[in-house]
């Protein structure tokens, strides 16, 4: 089964005090730098904490180099007992970047700052459940390759693929994740992944691990999902969608509608917010569970 992280911030819901086996993705700018994993009340299955290079990109005034990134991730990570996963900063390829030149250069970054990280990552004694992460950055075949093939060369524990989550075409996504195991393999981890038909897609792939934030996502916009079968809907008539409008909840066994299915309908304050997420983080979840049962009953 490929394991799901949810992407969280420190004004999110715990996921894991209602979903206890459930793996978190903590992105540095997402957080306050005094923050500590102890903090949790429950600890995730898994962690993974990322560099949060996206949001540097779009926010230059966040000044980061890698030895800088690497501390808060200790400090941030001190104390997890938990498989935990460190990324190292990389340096995202937007899809307006096309220049080969321009996308070399970013490559190259993303590659120094790797070899640092590797350096630092080893020389400092971390416990065992420590974990190096890898991200490779390109947007070609070649780029692609050519960045796999030297990130296997620097011992990470394990590899991923960064820079997919402004694409929105499905096929471009697949494809770039297909060159990049034809260097490594499938065991690697997939950033940002939002679309379900996507994620079901790689789990046939074989894919480790991806991290989304639908779930919360799609609760801000005041809307809820449900499983098996998969469907939309939108809790209230002002939302711009054209979605059929929830004005009753759905027999559901989530953790939020046990308590109160009302909870979910509910729109106006971020407390809403953070029940609905759980609850789509739930059927989200539930729905790939069913395309991998499906899909091996289909390929024993």
Not at 241 to 254: Q, R
């Amino acid at each position: 089964m490929l394991d799901f992280f949810m992407c969280w911030t420190d004004s999110d819901p715990v996921y894991q005090d209602y979903l206890p086996d459930c793996n978190i993705l903590v992105s540095l700018p997402h957080v306050a730098q005094s923050w500590n994993v102890k903090k949790f009340s429950t600890p995730p299955r898994k962690l993974i904490i990322d560099s949060g290079a996206f949001t540097l990109l779009s926010n230059p005034s966040l000044k980061m180099n890698q030895s800088k990134v690497f501390n808060l991730q200790l400090n941030i990570s001190r104390g997890s007992s938990v498989p935990t996963l460190l990324c190292h900063l990389d340096n995202p390829i937007p899809p307006s970047v096309t220049n080969t030149v321009d996308v070399y250069r970013r490559i190259e970054t993303t590659l120094a700052n790797a070899y640092e990280f590797m350096h630092l990552f080893k020389s400092s004694g971390l416990p065992s459940n420590y974990k190096s992460l890898g991200v490779i950055q390109g947007n070609s075949y070649d780029t692609l390759t050519f960045c796999a093939r030297e990130m296997n060369r620097m011992g990470f524990d394990m590899l991923g693929i960064g820079s997919l989550a402004p694409l929105f075409k499905m096929e471009i996504i697949l494809d770039r994740v297909r060159w990049v195991t034809s260097v490594t393999g499938p065991d690697i981890h997939v950033f940002g992944i939002s679309g379900l038909e996507v994620g079901s897609k790689l789990m046939e792939m074989g894919i480790q691990s991806i991290d989304s934030s639908r779930a919360m996502r799609i609760a801000i916009n005041n809307c809820v999902i449900y499983s098996l079968p998969f469907r939309y809907f939108k809790i209230s008539a002002r939302v711009n969608k054209s979605l059929p409008l929830l004005e009753a909840p759905i027999l559901c066994d989530c953790p939020i509608c046990k308590k109160d299915p009302n909870l979910i309908l509910k729109a106006g304050e971020k407390r809403y917010n953070n029940m609905r997420a759980v609850h789509n983080f739930y059927h989200l979840r539930k729905e790939l569970e069913e395309v991998y049962v499906s899909f091996h009953r289909s390929n024993p």
